[in-house]
């Protein structure tokens, strides 16, 4: 916050110093242009492919708000409708998967990652990463905690269609919920496929899962 | 402060109000912590400080120069107090830079090595020690007890700073991580790695006071471009460029934060 208000003060200051022609800090359209570029020039000599992980799509604009400045009410709405429109379903209906299956990816924080120009191999498809970020199996230790703990999330909301809807939904893409949340909008990037996360999600749910378990 | 603001005499008052809008400096307390003494009386870091003023002072390289001509802003083969002061504007390379672009702008200019092939080696392993993590870590040293004092002065200082905080809120990847999602917070971990809060002033300043730093699960000594680098990869970003501008800018808005807080490096972390 401190730092919120010395750079704003110093901004108004800067007006002042432009016109004596001294150095001051860039409006937020020079940042930005200046920042761009080192962004585009960063990565060099990397395939098309993976230079487009290093643009931003419109949501991933509007959510790196400096100073972690509020949304208004118009970008929360783009960012909810956006992440609406991507969610996809699996191709057989089916959003409960196998919960062993799950455990696997929900504990698994790799693939995906780029090193001496080389995509990480991941034989069962990318990891799910839940585990970076959340408690799921209670009595698993090496876990995060950036996300809210999961423990006993199937045990207290039920495994009904529509709680397996949300869930389902909310791996995909929670931003369709919580617009910017910190949590990865896993299926619309394509990191996890459709069957995956119907997998992870039987992991939260079904009774027999670690998750639901004391 | 304003040392490369404005040739015009007319305007040096104003621009030394310029260089005088610093945000008021939360002194930390206990600068030098109990903790980072006693890992201090053992560390490991230190043997690459002890290498790196001897490749310092050495003649190398296919011009056969010592480093002792290069100006790391305090004037050529001034040490004392240059780390503090970095990154900044440098007028022969027209760019503000960190101690190791610095660093290799000289080993190219003075010791007449070639810029790629130290981009290949910078980052050491078990069977290499890099030249350059052993360099920065003997001239970082050469500021410790004294204050981080990062000057913002020069357009593209400022520039620099701020492009530094647009990066660091910039949400990129399949993962749509930046790097507040995972140093915006207290008390937050990835699985069981301590995640320290760069929002937070003195979480700030314990951090950029302590890079370089000898890190037990490297078993080797690393510099700040080595953790943005790994960061970048955690990202799932493609690999970020050796000396990038973001690194420069990223270093840039994160010392200049740090600054009143003194250095203590080589630090030791897991």
Request: one cysteine or more; a positive charge.
């Amino acid at each position: 916050m401190r730092k919120m208000i010395v750079l704003a003060g110093s901004t108004s200051l800067a007006a002042v110093l432009i016109a004596a022609g001294c150095a001051s800090f860039p409006d937020e359209a020079t940042t930005r242009q200046i920042a761009e570029k080192m962004m585009h020039d960063g990565f060099p000599g990397v395939p098309p492919a993976f230079a487009k992980r290093v643009a931003q799509d419109r949501s991933q604009q509007i959510c790196s708000k400096t100073g972690n400045a509020k949304l208004t009410q118009q970008e929360s709405a783009d960012v909810v409708k956006l992440a609406r429109a991507s969610i996809r379903y699996p191709a057989s209906g089916k959003l409960i998967g196998d919960w062993k299956v799950g455990a696997k990816l929900a504990y698994n924080g790799s693939g995906s990652r780029i090193r001496g120009g080389k995509l990480e191999k991941a034989k069962a498809g990318n990891g799910a990463l839940c585990s970076n970020c959340h408690v799921l199996n209670p009595k698993e230790f090496n876990v995060g905690n950036l996300g809210p703990s999961l423990a006993g999330y199937g045990a207290q909301r039920g495994q009904s269609e529509a709680v397996a809807r949300v869930t389902y939904e909310r791996i995909y893409n929670t931003w369709a919920y919580v617009p910017c949340a910190n949590m990865p909008r896993l299926g619309s990037s394509g990191h996890l496929a459709p069957e995956q996360i119907a997998h992870v999600v039987a992991y939260l749910l079904d009774p027999q899962s670690p998750v639901n378990k004391r | 402060m304003p040392r490369k603001v404005g040739g015009i005499a007319a305007f040096a008052l104003v621009c030394l109000v310029a260089g005088g809008v610093t945000p008021a400096l939360a002194q930390s307390g206990d600068p030098l912590g109990v903790g980072r003494k006693m890992l201090a009386e053992d560390n490991p870091g230190e043997l690459w400080v002890e290498r790196g003023k001897t490749l310092f002072y050495q003649k190398r390289g296919p011009k056969n120069a010592s480093l002792e001509r290069c100006d790391f802003g305090m004037g050529p083969g001034q040490l004392a107090g240059a780390y503090a002061a970095l990154p900044r504007y440098f007028q022969d390379t027209d760019a503000v830079q960190d101690l190791e672009s610095r660093l290799v702008t000289c080993m190219v200019a003075l010791q007449g090595y070639k810029r790629g092939d130290l981009a290949k080696t910078a980052m050491g392993n078990l069977d290499r020690m890099s030249d350059v993590e052993a360099l920065v870590a003997f001239i970082a040293s050469r500021s410790n007890g004294m204050k981080m004092n990062v000057p913002l002065s020069h357009q593209k200082e400022y520039d620099a700073y701020k492009a530094g905080e647009y990066i660091f809120y910039r949400r990129n990847g399949p993962t749509d991580f930046g790097c507040i999602t995972c140093h915006g917070e207290n008390g937050k971990r990835i699985r069981l790695q301590d995640l320290p809060n760069m929002t937070d002033r003195k979480q700030l300043q314990d951090v950029v006071t302590s890079w370089p730093a000898y890190l037990g699960t490297q078993s080797n000594l690393r510099t700040m471009q080595w953790r943005l680098k790994i960061c970048y990869w955690q990202m799932r970003l493609p690999d970020l460029a050796y000396l990038s501008d973001i690194s420069v800018a990223i270093t840039s808005y994160l010392n200049y934060q740090g600054n009143g807080a003194v250095i203590g490096v080589p630090g030791v972390k897991r």
